[in-house]
């Protein structure tokens, strides 16, 4: 059998009394594309790291074209044509594309014409079409992420790996992803890409590497395996996949959430929300399909109360509600997952139970002559813990302890019970797992069958075509329009985010 071009043998890695990597062994030959599968903390990154020089292995060598490499730094990683592509990109939005290329990577007196061309030919030479001359700033997420590929490729990086590539693409940027992967280990290079969604890697992948707890679970080519096979692998279980019931028709149904001709304008810049005007049902979940950043955040804080309309109305149960409180919102009813949850969400250096009554706290069920009920308190978190499937040692454990999975579970289980009309989400399984994605999916669902009206915002379009009935595109801060779930394919879909606006009857 061939060399590898690069092979890790016995890695391991710890972190206090933490295992990150135990006894990790796998190679990839030139021309290949692996895919690295696990759930979070399955010590995915890490090992990557470990390759990239961030990180140091405890145990365990490297070889490269079977030399052994020491790899202590990125410097020394990219010496040998290893790059690595984060999930939150590292440009200069005031700079343009060139100057974030060659930036520390062309030292002296810098030819600015010379390395412009460069950047315009490589450009070229791989379907980008990028304005190389374009400030960062002024870039669509997608051709951002195409910048962050040609930093790799002008350093004539051989090995590129890469960090949840697609997270933030539409559909169509997606596939031109994948074209580019294909293009470019025809070449003779190699990819290694972590992510979670099957889909990608089945369709792309030679190989596929699945984690587990630190260590290596499966190692299979994806020709001989199924995503059934990789769930069970990842999990260490078979999972039983949440799927959405039909409505019995529309009979009966009230309109829980109403926004009528909702604009929020901050002074002196363009609306962030421009004339909105929807309804959700009654027993509905309403989907809001977007890429990051066109307003979706400004829609559910309208709704929660935390930013006020420049003009429209919301009505909720027929009431008006544009004037009122937050605390006056979330008395009654309506729970908020926002996308960010350390920033918004939960106290870190509190403990669960302290969390699950945070929004509440001002609530009488809590005291008792004038001191707080620690007894009942306790009760109503571990039924939450039961229920959600909280990994946790116990009400008293600090939220800050929890892998991200777990943390979000118990922001779930605190709004769910909050709202006793309506529920929004925004992001509500961004950077999970395969099992806490599911767990979540199947409380969103059991909500929606007790009669709860659910507005869900996600950038993954296999998460709104389960889950939600009706489908609204935002672009800008306005709708592109309003579509039953089974009326919208993948490619119309991945169009309307990117503003592309439907003819009528076409």
Same mark, same amino acid.
């Given at each position: 059998?061939?060399?590898?071009?690069?092979?890790?043998?016995?890695?391991?890695?710890?972190?206090?009394?933490?295992?990150?990597?135990?006894?990790?062994?796998?190679?990839?030959?030139?021309?290949?594309?692996?895919?690295?599968?696990?759930?979070?903390?399955?010590?995915?990154?890490?090992?990557?790291?470990?390759?990239?020089?961030?990180?140091?292995?405890?145990?365990?060598?490297?070889?490269?074209?079977?030399?052994?490499?020491?790899?202590?730094?990125?410097?020394?990683?990219?010496?040998?044509?290893?790059?690595?592509?984060?999930?939150?990109?590292?440009?200069?939005?005031?700079?343009?594309?060139?100057?974030?290329?060659?930036?520390?990577?062309?030292?002296?007196?810098?030819?600015?014409?010379?390395?412009?061309?460069?950047?315009?030919?490589?450009?070229?030479?791989?379907?980008?079409?990028?304005?190389?001359?374009?400030?960062?700033?002024?870039?669509?997420?997608?051709?951002?992420?195409?910048?962050?590929?040609?930093?790799?490729?002008?350093?004539?990086?051989?090995?590129?790996?890469?960090?949840?590539?697609?997270?933030?693409?539409?559909?169509?940027?997606?596939?031109?992803?994948?074209?580019? &992967?294909?293009?470019?280990?025809?070449?003779?290079?190699?990819?290694?890409?972590?992510?979670?969604?099957?889909?990608?890697?089945?369709?792309?992948?030679?190989?596929?590497?699945?984690?587990?707890?630190?260590?290596?679970?499966?190692?299979?080519?994806?020709?001989?395996?199924?995503?059934?096979?990789?769930?069970?692998?990842?999990?260490?279980?078979?999972?039983?996949?949440?799927?959405?019931?039909?409505?019995?028709?529309?009979?009966?149904?009230?309109?829980? !959430?109403?926004?009528?001709?909702?604009?929020?304008?901050?002074?002196?810049?363009?609306?962030?929300?421009?004339?909105?005007?929807?309804?959700?049902?009654?027993?509905?979940?309403?989907?809001?399909?977007?890429?990051?950043?066109?307003?979706?955040?400004?829609?559910?804080? &309208?709704?929660?109360?935390?930013?006020?309309?420049?003009?429209?109305? &919301?009505?909720?149960?027929?009431?008006?509600?544009?004037?009122?409180?937050?605390?006056?919102?979330?008395?009654?009813?309506?729970?908020?997952?926002?996308?960010?949850?350390?920033?918004?969400?939960? &106290?870190?250096?509190?403990? !669960?139970?302290?969390?699950?009554?945070?929004?509440?706290?001002?609530?009488?069920?809590?005291?008792?002559?004038?001191?707080?009920?620690?007894?009942?308190?306790?009760?109503?978190?571990?039924?939450?813990?039961?229920?959600?499937?909280?990994?946790?040692?116990?009400?008293?454990?600090?939220?800050?302890?929890?892998?991200?999975?777990?943390?979000?579970?118990?922001?779930?289980?605190?709004?769910?019970?909050?709202?006793?009309?309506?529920?929004?989400?925004?992001?509500?399984?961004?950077?999970?797992?395969?099992?806490?994605?599911?767990?979540?999916?199947?409380?969103?669902?059991?909500?929606?069958?007790?009669?709860?009206?659910?507005?869900?915002?996600?950038?993954?379009?296999?998460?709104?075509?389960?889950?939600?009935?009706?489908?609204?595109?935002?672009?800008?801060?306005?709708?592109?329009?309003?579509?039953?779930?089974?009326?919208?394919?993948?490619?119309?879909?991945?169009?309307?985010?990117?503003?592309?606006?439907?003819?009528?009857?076409?």
């Amino acid at each position: 059998m061939d060399t590898p071009f690069f092979e890790l043998r016995n890695i391991s890695k710890y972190f206090a009394r933490v295992v990150a990597n135990k006894d990790i062994s796998f190679s990839i030959q030139r021309g290949e594309v692996l895919a690295l599968l696990g759930e979070n903390g399955a010590g995915k990154s890490t090992v990557m790291k470990i390759l990239y020089g961030l990180y140091k292995a405890d145990e365990g060598q490297i070889f490269m074209d079977g030399k052994e490499q020491k790899i202590s730094s990125p410097r020394d990683a990219m010496a040998l044509g290893i790059s690595m592509i984060q999930q939150h990109f590292s440009l200069v939005n005031a700079h343009t594309v060139t100057e974030n290329i060659v930036l520390g990577n062309v030292h002296g007196v810098i030819d600015y014409d010379k390395c412009r061309r460069e950047v315009e030919d490589l450009s070229k030479q791989y379907g980008f079409d990028i304005p190389v001359d374009a400030k960062i700033a002024d870039l669509a997420v997608g051709v951002q992420q195409k910048v962050e590929i040609l930093k790799a490729l002008y350093l004539k990086t051989s090995l590129l790996i890469m960090d949840e590539p697609t997270a933030v693409l539409t559909p169509q940027e997606s596939e031109t992803l994948m074209q580019f &992967v294909k293009d470019y280990t025809s070449r003779g290079n190699s990819v290694i890409f972590i992510t979670h969604k099957m889909k990608e890697v089945m369709e792309v992948a030679d190989r596929i590497i699945v984690m587990r707890n630190g260590r290596l679970t499966g190692d299979l080519t994806a020709d001989e395996t199924s995503e059934v096979e990789l769930a069970r692998l990842m999990m260490g279980k078979e999972m039983v996949v949440a799927k959405r019931e039909e409505n019995e028709g529309d009979r009966d149904r009230k309109v829980c !959430l109403e926004l009528q001709n909702v604009t929020v304008r901050h002074r002196g810049a363009l609306p962030v929300l421009n004339d909105l005007s929807f309804q959700i049902m009654e027993g509905e979940i309403f989907g809001v399909a977007g890429v990051s950043g066109n307003g979706q955040e400004e829609l559910c804080e &309208v709704i929660c109360g935390a930013l006020p309309v420049s003009s429209g109305r &919301v009505f909720l149960k027929g009431r008006d509600i544009t004037s009122t409180s937050v605390r006056e919102r979330i008395s009654l009813g309506i729970g908020y997952v926002p996308v960010d949850r350390y920033r918004d969400a939960m &106290v870190g250096e509190m403990t !669960l139970a302290e969390n699950m009554m945070l929004k509440t706290s001002f609530d009488r069920k809590w005291t008792d002559h004038g001191f707080l009920n620690r007894k009942k308190l306790y009760e109503y978190t571990l039924k939450a813990i039961k229920d959600f499937e909280i990994k946790a040692p116990g009400p008293d454990a600090q939220i800050r302890g929890l892998s991200g999975g777990n943390q979000q579970k118990v922001i779930l289980a605190r709004e769910v019970n909050n709202a006793g009309e309506m529920l929004v989400m925004d992001q509500p399984t961004r950077g999970l797992d395969l099992g806490a994605i599911n767990n979540i999916h199947t409380n969103i669902l059991e909500e929606r069958r007790k009669g709860k009206s659910i507005l869900l915002v996600s950038t993954e379009l296999s998460e709104i075509f389960e889950l939600c009935d009706r489908i609204a595109v935002i672009y800008k801060g306005a709708f592109m329009g309003i579509y039953r779930h089974d009326e919208l394919t993948t490619e119309r879909i991945g169009l309307l985010m990117a503003g592309y606006k439907e003819e009528k009857g076409a």
